[in-house]
């Protein structure tokens, strides 16, 4: 099932990737697995950090109390990264905590790691629709192993349109509109305007 989530979330959908991985809890739950239970919800909570920030704060309360005891160290940046993405566009010091833990990445030599800091990095611009976006996917494109790259390159988060199956109104599109506009960049446009289809960004 975890496995299932990883596919679905690199796919752009979300709440495909929260039910999967759900349910890779639950069955870790019932397996007495704690280490597979803690590590599904933290991937749980990242996914929901995309479209739900107030539903992901409760899965990362979870997430935190499930990691008690653990040593997981990749499990627990990816619980930093979750929190990074559910402040995306809303906050002004992102850039400045992402660096930050991308010191930590660095000295626990978990690669995996850089890849989705790069992303809740990636999604902040995006949200704020700032130039910088660009420049964030090029260094995303340089922490991606060529196989995880095919996939980005069908991430519809970043493409600015919804995952099969959602709504209209994109991930993208639905943050963007609550995002603090002294943050946002020259090409924000408050809600009311969000009617135009947004710009693709190819990976």
């Given at each position: 099932?975890?496995?299932t ?7 752009g ?6 039910a999967?991985y ?60 979750a929190s ?19 010191a ?7 690669t ?5 800091l790069e992303l809740?990095?990636c999604?902040h ?8 976006v660009t420049t ?38 639905r ?29």
């Amino acid at each position: 099932m975890a496995v299932t989530g990883d596919v679905h979330w690199a796919q752009g959908d979300m709440d495909r990737a929260a039910a999967a991985y759900e349910a890779a809890r639950n069955e870790a739950e019932d397996h007495g697995v704690a280490g597979e239970r803690a590590t599904s919800q933290a991937q749980r909570a990242f996914v929901l950090a995309f479209t739900d920030p107030g539903l992901a704060a409760d899965e990362l309360d979870l997430a935190q109390q499930l990691l008690t005891g653990l040593d997981l160290r990749a499990t627990a940046l990816t619980t930093q990264i979750a929190s990074l993405i559910a402040d995306a566009g809303s906050t002004g010091d992102l850039e400045s905590r992402a660096s930050t833990l991308q010191a930590e990445i660095g000295s626990a030599g978990i690669t995996s790691a850089e890849m989705t800091l790069e992303l809740a990095v990636c999604f902040h611009h995006a949200v704020l629709d700032t130039a910088e976006v660009t420049t964030g996917i090029s260094r995303l494109r340089d922490v991606t192993p060529q196989r995880r790259l095919r996939l980005l390159r069908r991430h519809r988060l970043l493409h600015g349109r919804p995952p099969p199956q959602r709504p209209i109104t994109s991930t993208v599109a639905r943050r963007r509109a609550s995002c603090p506009p002294a943050l946002a960049g020259p090409g924000y446009h408050p809600p009311r305007l969000l009617q135009q289809p947004l710009t693709v960004v190819r990976v």
